[in-house]
């Protein structure tokens, strides 16, 4: 099927590998450097240029990035996938709510983090960090072109969030030097995350769908409440609660646990899966096989990037045979050929800073097919 037959917009999404037709791919226009914030502490590297700046990330560095995420979107488009790019707006800009001040925004190439489609259903979540609050505003141009041409698409705003002082532990951060991560990890590994339980919170980023099953990590960004609200508004799915253990940053489920193709998920050998009592074995029993991820290339973070090494398994799958992944990546990419795919190499660490790897930066509109039940045995 080419590419003609999508050119008409039709929002339907229910997993990860279906074949993929349609796409949101970020952009690094206007980005700017991350302020710390109740949610998140920023451990500055002393050797990074943007030491004590703020605002806008150097241009060098946008047009980096730029290169990169516009590869990514040719690559897609020479395969037929129709690829959209959100509009930037003015990040630099202080949000103000009547709950908080924070004094700037980030940016818009993580789309993943934000947008969470579920069948003919776009979702904005409800972001979790002050200097996201406002972060939806870059896609709503592209969510209502697609709410005007696809008379099906439901496009809901989950409720926004307050983000005041109840939503945060105090001084969550403050006891701790950042990068101890052995503190923060004893605090994750019981539970005790950033947020509070006051109001839903949660990132698209921490979901990942399998059809009726859709797994979401609860951790920095994501709450109970915000599992409890996704359970309730997605209420012909089967919402399942999973943590991860040993992880100094919880947050966003797709370094962690990502589904391949029917049957086969990827884990990561660093963070074991703890799933709710009861469903501890519940891929073994509906004959999924879990692997681990292959160790990632990289010793260290790239330079600014404020996330893990494990962005190695940070990929966008096309379609059951066929994936994208960071071209430097060696070990994973050589996993994913003997488990079958076709890999597409890409280079990506330059757009790492502004939100991440490959699946970050990309968000479902339309793949192939409908929701499918693969996890009979609850
Ligand atoms: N927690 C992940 C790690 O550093 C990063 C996930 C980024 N994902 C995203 N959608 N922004 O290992």
């Not at 302020?35 to 502490?41: N, R």
Request: aromatic residues 10%; negative net charge; contains cysteine.
């Amino acid at each position: 099927m080419g590419f003609d037959t999508y050119n008409r917009t039709v929002v339907n999404s229910w997993n990860e590998w279906d074949p993929l037709r349609h796409v949101i791919v970020g952009v690094a226009d206007k980005g700017c450097i991350p302020v710390s914030e109740p949610a998140i502490e920023y451990d500055v590297p002393p050797e990074a240029e943007v030491e004590g700046k703020r605002g806008q990330w150097p241009d060098e560095l946008i047009a980096r990035a730029t290169e990169e995420l516009d590869n990514l979107a040719n690559v897609l488009r020479k395969r037929g996938i129709r690829v959209d790019r959100p509009t930037a707006i003015d990040f630099d800009k202080p949000v103000v709510t009547p709950d908080f001040e924070h004094p700037s925004m980030i940016g818009c190439m993580p789309a993943r983090d934000v947008l969470l489609t579920v069948g003919d259903e776009i979702v904005e979540a409800t972001m979790s960090y002050r200097a996201r609050w406002f972060e939806y505003l870059a896609y709503r141009p592209l969510l209502l072109e697609y709410f005007n041409s696809d008379p099906n698409m439901r496009l809901t705003a989950a409720p926004k969030p307050r983000l005041g002082a109840a939503s945060y532990k105090p001084g969550y951060f403050a006891d701790t030097n950042i990068s101890d991560f052995g503190t923060i990890i004893n605090k994750a590994d019981s539970r005790y995350y950033v947020t509070t339980e006051f109001e839903p919170l949660f990132d698209a980023a921490d979901a990942t769908r399998c059809g009726r099953d859709i797994f979401v990590q609860h951790g920095f960004t994501t709450n109970e409440k915000g599992i409890d609200w996704l359970r309730r508004h997605f209420s012909n799915h089967r919402i399942h609660k999973v943590n991860f253990r040993n992880d100094p940053d919880p947050v966003h489920i797709d370094c962690s646990l990502v589904p391949l193709r029917p049957g086969l998920m990827m884990a990561n050998p660093d963070r074991p899966l703890v799933m709710e009592a009861g469903k501890e074995d519940l891929f073994a029993r509906n004959g999924w096989e879990v692997v681990m991820a292959a160790k990632p290339a990289h010793a260290k973070p790239q330079p600014r990037c404020y996330y893990s090494i494990w962005l190695s398994m940070n990929f966008l799958t096309l379609d059951p045979k066929t994936v994208v992944v960071e071209e430097t990546e060696v070990y994973q990419n050589e996993q994913l050929s003997r488990l079958g795919f076709e890999v597409i190499p890409i280079p990506f660490r330059n757009a790492y800073s502004f939100g991440g790897s490959i699946h970050c930066a990309t968000a479902d509109v339309h793949r192939e097919g409908t929701c499918v039940d693969y996890f009979h045995r609850q």
